[in-house]
């Protein structure tokens, strides 16, 4: 009899055992859940290249591959910031598991479309000013990932105009008017320009037929100098507006990719495009199970200075050189 019972007790371990062997062996053929990342900016894909060159590089230096161990949807407004709403909705709909957001306009669209999606911003001006976190260091909810902190940039921008101009007394500012981050950099060319004995003038713009115009009242006030603002509607038309001030006779000064290559004179702001590939680590970290809200915001530590020696002969100008050896890249 006991011999029967240990027959029947060593038939079922047997059966258990190789139950178990077979669960685990099916659970071992699952593919793992590829995640699903959504790509959200105001630019549309022709616009710097090169930003979005260093995010899949950046993707790669992390051991992701597209297609392959990650899914990345890009959504593009194509410099139509009211397409954002729509397109954030849609990425929710998806259920992406993170959406990394390019440009302030597109960070906001994607604060109203969800709390939970984690947000990983990169390209904005000021997310405390702008309302996207509360803080920089503890930033909450579930945005968090790197800042421009452009209206600090400003008065530096200022500076280097008067190094480059020193004798000049009337500086426009040009700027989006309908745009939320530009106000606050203007402030604070405001709040810098006395100490420099600089008079501001405000050359507001909010379409590109604004453009022509705006330099008309530049030449009719006497300006010696441009200071254009940090904002993606004017940076895609960075050429367009480098033309302008070329054509204008006016040292120009910017901050973001293609200004001086299109003609401005002086470029000083951070490095977009490593910015853009430094916010994958945000992604990796949340993938792994951080919280972004635990997740301190980066600042810019590393600022680029270039300068365009072209037009500076073009106008007449003699570049000093102490300011040419700070230059990161000089464009002959």
């Not at 968090?144 to 500012?173: F, H, M, N, Y």
């Amino acid at each position: 009899m006991k011999s029967k019972k240990a027959g029947q007790l060593a038939s079922i371990v047997v059966a258990c055992v190789l139950l178990s062997t077979s669960l685990n062996a099916a659970v071992a053929q699952q593919p793992g859940k590829v995640p699903r990342v959504g790509f959200l900016t105001a630019f549309s894909p022709s616009d710097y290249p090169a930003w979005r060159k260093e995010f899949r590089q950046g993707l790669q230096d992390l051991g992701y591959t597209e297609g392959q161990n990650i899914v990345v949807e890009y959504r593009y407004a194509n410099g139509r910031p009211e397409r954002l709403p729509s397109l954030a909705a849609e990425l929710v709909r998806l259920r992406m598991d993170i959406v990394a957001a390019e440009t302030t306009p597109a960070n906001l669209a994607m604060k109203q479309a969800t709390t939970t999606i984690p947000i990983v911003m990169t390209l904005v001006a000021d997310p405390v000013g702008s309302g996207l976190v509360s803080s920089l260091a503890r930033p909450g909810g579930n945005i968090t990932g790197l800042s421009l902190q452009l209206p600090d940039i400003v008065p530096k921008r200022l500076q280097l105009l008067r190094e480059v101009v020193p004798t000049v007394s009337r500086v426009a500012i040009l700027w989006n008017a309908a745009s939320p981050i530009t106000p606050p950099q203007f402030r604070a060319a405001e709040a810098a320009a006395p100490a420099l004995g600089m008079q501001l003038e405000s050359l507001g713009v909010r379409t590109p037929a604004d453009f022509e115009g705006a330099f008309q009242t530049a030449a009719r006030r006497h300006v010696g100098a441009l200071l254009i603002l940090d904002d993606f509607f004017l940076a895609s038309h960075s050429a367009k507006l480098a033309a302008l001030a070329v054509k204008s006779r006016l040292p120009a000064m910017a901050g973001v990719d293609g200004f001086p290559e299109a003609g401005v004179l002086i470029n000083y702001g951070p490095n977009f495009a490593a910015i853009t590939r430094r916010s994958v680590t945000y992604i990796d970290k949340i993938l792994k199970g951080a919280k972004p809200g635990d997740l301190p915001i980066e600042q810019p530590t590393n600022f680029e200075l270039v300068i365009n020696v072209n037009t500076a002969k073009t106008f007449g100008l003699t570049i000093p050189p102490a300011l040419m050896l700070r230059a990161h890249r000089v464009i002959e």
